[in-house]
């Protein structure tokens, strides 16, 4: 069929889309809630192949453009939301002067020509923030969409271009972006009372199973390579390590354009606090504040740091300095060229110093990191390190979005990882060699704590993966 066939068979459809997506609103539906969950709302969002203007409607942006090549569909668009900008184009000679935070292509990518063109021309609407989310069906239900076209229970279509995520992931690259993550969802696109939370909510979202849903979700992001210095924040969070304050100073490296270290002190029995103010005095050539927190626990200790800030980049160094000071340089170089917009720590490939983790917390750790990757569709290998690195600006949406989990963490690893999963940040692991302590001694509970991180696992769980 050829292009100009395709048009004609949109506008000569018009008039029944609305009557068929009334017909399946369960799926429709689904989409919609799938779609509000990756796009921030009040953004600026542009959908290609918009349709009638539903889905983009549903993200709730604060300035939408919908885009499609069929003047009839386009006409009904504008009629039902008058409040969002419709225009008659074709994806593959698509040109607007302007940019956008997500670029929507849902269903679409079966239905066009040529893909690549299509993924050509959205990298000129891109900002270095901007995610494009594509949705497009399984080709395991080829047969089942086909029969469903014969037995009047979908609207017929023109022949469709079966895509795996494989090869949508390769055009991505082609086309300068990379991949965040991948999603599967919707194992029964159908309404039944009952079986739709079992199906849908449950056995769509696990491992294998999921392989067979019908919509596959692609996040992704422009990729850039060129590298920009920043100024850095290092906050270090500290109870009872008086011995290690000064090292904290010492064996840190310079790197950016400037550095400030934060002292956030946690009422500790052993001087710890009076210490930071030496070592402020001691060195007056390095910016160094001194804070005592207000509350109680690490998590607490680094949004207080985090708020106090102002660096362009935030770092968090564990003062027990298991984490090498020497090795924060990599994660800035890592951020500062874009590898990565969260930048996490893994301790669990270099062999370890005898007394670095209990043999009970390496399990517990290794758990966590494929637990998490699973959860989060990213490639985490060791959630639980303590250094965390981000730019500034991506912790405060982090922040403005925490309503959506509440304050759950005491130990701040969680809420941070979960609040970047939500804004699609790609994460990035810097592999470090993990050292046992010089002084002191842990203050983490291997039972208390670990249920607790069990708990916290489960709620993400719901509230990231089985909605």
Not at 42 to 57: F, I, K, M, Q
Not at 402 to 428: E, I, Q, S, V
Request: charge should be positive; proline fraction near 4%; charged fraction near 25%.
């Amino acid at each position: 069929m050829k292009k100009e066939e395709i048009r004609d068979f949109y506008n000569n459809t018009s008039g029944s889309r609305a009557k068929w997506k009334r017909r399946n609103w369960f799926y429709h539906n689904s989409l919609q809630k799938y779609f509000s969950f990756i796009v921030a709302e009040n953004s600026r969002v542009l959908e290609v192949g918009c349709g009638l203007g539903d889905l983009l409607a549903s993200v709730k942006p604060a300035y939408g453009v919908g885009v499609d090549f069929a003047p009839a569909i386009i006409d009904q668009a504008r009629v039902k939301y008058p409040g969002l900008h419709f225009h008659v184009q074709d994806a593959e000679a698509l040109k607007l002067d302007e940019t956008f935070d997500y670029i929507i292509l849902s269903d679409l990518a079966g239905c066009l020509w040529d893909v690549q063109k299509v993924l050509n021309n959205i990298r000129q609407l891109c900002h270095p923030q901007t995610r494009v989310v594509i949705s497009n069906y399984n080709y395991l239900w080829e047969g089942i969409m086909n029969l469903g076209e014969t037995l009047h229970l979908k609207l017929p279509q023109p022949k469709q271009n079966w895509l795996s995520t494989a090869d949508i992931d390769t055009l991505l690259e082609l086309e300068g972006f990379q991949v965040i993550t991948v999603q599967h969802k919707l194992l029964l696109p159908k309404y039944i009372p009952g079986l739709n939370f079992i199906f849908n909510r449950f056995l769509a979202n696990l491992p294998l199973l999921n392989k067979l849903d019908l919509v596959n979700i692609l996040v992704a992001r422009p990729a850039y390579t060129q590298e920009v210095e920043h100024s850095v924040s290092i906050v270090v969070p500290a109870r009872n390590e008086r011995g290690n304050i000064e090292n904290a100073i010492l064996r840190t490296p310079a790197f950016g354009l400037s550095q400030e270290f934060i002292f956030v002190e946690g009422h500790s029995a052993d001087n710890t606090h009076e210490e930071m103010l030496r070592v402020q005095a001691a060195y007056p050539e390095k910016n160094i504040r001194v804070m005592v927190q207000t509350g109680k626990g690490k998590g607490d200790a680094v949004r207080a740091g985090f708020d106090a800030a102002t660096g362009d980049i935030l770092m968090i160094l564990d003062a027990d300095l298991t984490m090498p000071p020497e090795e924060l340089e990599k994660f800035y170089r890592a951020l500062s060229q874009n590898k990565g917009e969260f930048i996490n720590g893994c301790r669990l490939v270099y062999p370890m110093d005898k007394d670095a983790m209990r043999f009970l917390n390496f399990l517990a750790n290794k758990f966590f990191g494929m637990f998490f990757t699973y959860l989060l569709g990213q490639r985490l290998k060791d959630t639980l390190c303590g250094t965390k690195v981000l730019f500034k600006k991506d912790y405060t949406a982090i922040q403005n979005n925490r309503h959506y989990f509440g304050d759950f963490d005491p130990f701040g690893d969680f809420d941070l990882l979960f609040g970047a999963a939500k804004l699609n940040l790609k994460m990035t692991e810097i592999i470090i060699r993990y050292r046992d302590r010089e002084y002191g001694s842990t203050q983490i509970s291997r039972f208390k704590h670990g249920w607790l991180l069990v708990k916290m696992s489960m709620f993400a769980a719901r509230k990231i993966k089985f909605i």
